[in-house]
T-cell receptor, first 111, second 115 residues
Framework: AQSVTQLDSQVPVFEEAPVELRCNYS??????LFWYVQYPNQGLQLLLK??????LVKGINGFEAEFNKSQTSFHLRKPSVHISDTAEYFC?????????FGTGTRLQVFP | NAGVMQNPRHLVRRRGQEARLRCSPM?????VYWYRQLPEEGLKFMVY????????ESGMPKERFSAEFPKEGPSILRIQQVVRGDSAAYFC?????????????FGSGTRLTVV
C-alpha cells in the first residue's frame, strides 16, 4: 500500500536561511507526488507536483523538490526562506482516485 | 472564477445534533473529494463523488456519516448524532478529471466543533 512519511513534524529556521523539508514515500507502482502548503485557518494550496520527466520540479514561491526514485524521496527545498513561508507543508502521493497525505511539517521562520 | 467554496467556515454543534457541510466545486469540475483533518494530524481521505454517484467511500466511517453530490447544487457531507471526536476541519476538493494525478483544488474548509 502506498504511504507517505514526513520525517520532521517541526522545522524552525531563521529568515533568509535555506530549508529542506523531508518526504519519503512507499509505493509498488509508478508514483505521482505533490507538495501542498496550508497557511493558518486556510485550505491547502498546491506548491508543486511531480508526474514524470525532469526529477527537479520547480513550484511557486521559490520552492523546488527533487524526485529520487532510488531513495524513494521527494524533499522540498527553498534556498532562502521568508517570514511569510511560515505554514504547514504536506507531502502527498497519488493513488488512483485519491491523494494520500503525510502528517505534515510545520515550518516556523524566525526573524 | 471562484474557487472551491465551502460553508459554513465554522460550525458548532452540541453532541447528538446533525452537521451539514456544503461544498461547491470549481466551475467545470465534476469530481469532489472530502477529507478530514484531525488536530495535529494530516488529511485523511473520506469520500470521492462524481455527480449523483459515490465513486469511493473507503474512508468514510461506517455509521453516522454520509455524502452526496446531486445533479444540481453543492456536495453535502452529513454527520448525524455528532460526538466530540467528530471535531475536526473538513476539507473539500474538486478536480476536472477522475484521476488525481493532476492534483486538486481545495476549499478553505469547515471547522466543526462539537460541544
Amino acid at each position: 500500500a502506498q504511504s507517505v512519511t514526513q520525517l520532521d513534524s517541526q522545522v524552525p529556521v531563521f529568515e533568509e536561511a535555506p530549508v529542506e523539508l523531508r518526504c519519503n514515500y512507499s509505493s509498488s507502482v509508478s508514483v505521482y507526488l505533490f507538495w501542498y502548503v496550508q497557511y493558518p485557518n486556510q485550505g491547502l494550496q498546491l506548491l508543486l507536483k511531480y508526474l514524470s520527466g525532469s526529477t527537479l520540479v520547480k513550484g511557486i514561491n521559490g520552492f523546488e523538490a527533487e524526485f529520487n526514485k532510488s531513495q524513494t524521496s521527494f524533499h522540498l527545498r527553498k534556498p532562502s526562506v521568508h517570514i511569510s513561508d511560515t505554514a504547514e507543508y504536506f507531502c502527498a502521493v497519488s493513488v488512483t482516485d485519491k491523494l494520500i497525505f503525510g502528517t505534515g511539517t510545520r515550518l516556523q521562520v524566525f526573524p | 472564477n471562484a474557487g472551491v467554496m465551502q460553508n459554513p467556515r465554522h460550525l458548532v454543534r452540541r453532541r447528538g445534533q446533525e452537521a451539514r457541510l456544503r461544498c461547491s466545486p470549481m466551475k467545470g469540475h465534476s469530481h469532489v473529494y472530502w477529507y478530514r483533518q484531525l488536530p495535529e494530524e494530516g488529511l485523511k481521505f473520506m469520500v470521492y463523488l462524481q455527480k449523483e454517484n459515490i465513486i469511493d467511500e473507503s474512508g468514510m466511517p461506517k455509521e453516522r456519516f454520509s455524502a452526496e453530490f446531486p445533479k444540481e447544487g453543492p456536495s453535502i457531507l452529513r454527520i448525524q448524532q455528532v460526538v466530540r471526536g467528530d471535531s475536526a476541519a473538513y476539507f473539500c476538493a474538486s478536480s476536472p478529471r477522475q484521476n488525481s494525478n493532476y492534483g486538486y483544488t481545495f476549499g478553505s474548509g469547515t471547522r466543526l466543533t462539537v460541544v
